[in-house]
């Protein structure tokens, strides 16, 4: 019997301290572009508190906007703001959704680096994107075809070329669409006629990256708003953040979090 | 006590069998209730027929002839590539190869099935398509064709393995008559083996099919993205998986364009089950044939 007592009460201490931990316990998920700066945040911030447990996921904006909504995440990274419909979404699920711009990207836009062409305006990157204008001779390079590669049409990164570049229009319909920032750019570096657009964090010497409208995309020139593709990034928390997601978002936008954000290729807020 | 335990045993592997029923179920039912709304959207004609797959666009297009005929037009070209490799390879380690080099040969084309499809579509993007593009001169690698000559390489380990079953179970007094006749072993293998173990063979070739219209990293990685209706073998094509894998994530859920996604995979289950009934009606036939 008293054996019975001992094994009961160990296991309902057990049960205690896992309730313990549940208290300080985040869970992130969302948008594949801000993953890094969230795992590397999460990673820093749980060495100074090593109470914590931050579990960080990726899926997409839409997915972690959606477990925000169903309560299955503390904070949802997102690399574009919510839409009409997910914030509707939420009211009816009396969830308040509450943004915190944590970075800002600048989107680059990238050819081989065998290609003369060194600036473009947005009209003419326009007109490339929308197919009126089809071969880099046009722009004053070789007689060459254009390859168009875009992102996907749910990718954050598209949504924001097409409202600041294509201004709603479409894409020309044999554009390659590729799935991520990664594979954008291992397509141009093989592609001599390739043209595509990717995070500033991706750049490489492999590729050459345009001027556009005459400013050269770098950290400098997106944070004075020279250079006009560039997006902020968001963490979305229900409601004002409280405990742990407080003290997370806090971190994020502390010095320490903002150069956390620079490491990791984003643009610091400051 | 003895019964019970019987009954409790049996009661226990019954469950875990009908496991997978209910989780087959469970995937059919969650397809149609989040696909099916789509059709309070866009009619049933203008998504299967519509030219234009622009989801995200306003008014948005949901139109999935240009992803289904990409999805066919990659499968085909595979087709062309692992048929007669697939099968060929077949015939040598069944009825040619000694049986030492079977059994160095046999494992080495199953590993093919074990090599995850992200490597392939890396090895793809990052070795064959450059190679296409400068053979060719095409501005650029990753199309239909690239996408073809490597679903085309892995869906040969499926193809052979089941080939080589059905041809092993041809019986053996089918050929020992052919040799009595006088036929020489390619005459035997060509006019006997073959047409015995046809089923069998057809069988593997659906399954490759299957095999390969539902892969989806490669193609992802190699075809090209482009949702556009293909003309040639040498141009960028978007497939029914690619597109779900690739936009799945970033949609906003509960959405017409989510819908959407969810539709494309009914109309793929619809495709890869009717494939299976096939090829299990095609064995079937074959068994009776040969019993």
Known sequence: ?270 | MRKVKENLIRGFFCLFASLSIFFLLGIVIVLFKEGLPIFKVTTFKEFLFGKFWYPTSEPPEFGILPLILGSFLVTFGALVISVPLGVASAIYISEIASPKIKEFIKPVIELLAGIPSVVYGFFGMVVVAPQVAKIFNLAVGLNAFTASLILGIMAIPTITSISEDAISAVPKRFKEASYALGANKWETVIKVTLPAAGGGITTAIILGIARVIGETMTVLMVAGGAPVIPHSFFEPVRTMTATIAAEMGETVVGSAHFCALFAIAIVLFLITLSFNILADILSQRFRKRLG
């Open chain 1, 1 to 270: 019997m008293k054996r019975v007592i001992l094994i009961w009460t160990f296991i309902t201490f057990l049960g205690l301290s896992f309730v313990h931990a549940e208290e300080k316990k985040l869970v992130i998920q969302g948008s594949t572009t801000v993953l890094p700066i969230a795992q590397k945040c999460a990673e820093v911030f749980m060495q100074k508190h090593p109470e914590a447990n931050i579990s960080v996921r990726g899926g997409g904006s839409g997915v972690g906007i959606a477990a925000l909504i169903d309560g299955i995440c503390d904070i949802a990274d997102s690399s574009r703001p919510m839409k009409k419909k997910e914030i509707i979404k939420a009211e009816e699920k009396g969830v308040n959704p509450e943004p915190h711009v944590i970075a800002m990207d600048g989107i680059a836009v990238i050819v081989h680096p065998s290609n003369p062409v060194n600036e473009l305006t947005l009209t003419q990157l326009k007109d490339i994107y929308t197919g009126k204008i089809s071969n880099w001779g046009q722009l004053g390079g070789k007689n060459q075809k254009i390859v168009v590669i875009s992102r996907d049409v749910a990718s954050g990164t598209f949504e924001c070329f097409k409202k600041l570049v294509l201004k709603g229009e479409r894409v020309r319909p044999d554009a390659l669409l590729q799935a991520s920032n990664a594979a954008v750019l291992s397509v141009v570096k093989r592609t001599k006629g390739a043209i595509g657009y990717v995070g500033l964090g991706y750049l490489s010497p492999e590729v050459k990256a345009l001027k556009i409208e005459g400013v050269t995309p770098s950290q400098d020139t997106v944070l004075k708003g020279t250079y006009p593709i560039s997006r902020p990034l968001f963490m979305y928390t229900n409601g004002k953040p409280k405990g742990l997601a407080k003290d997370f978002i806090d971190f994020v936008l502390s010095k320490e979090g903002q150069k956390i954000v620079k490491e990791q290729g984003f643009i610091p807020l400051k």
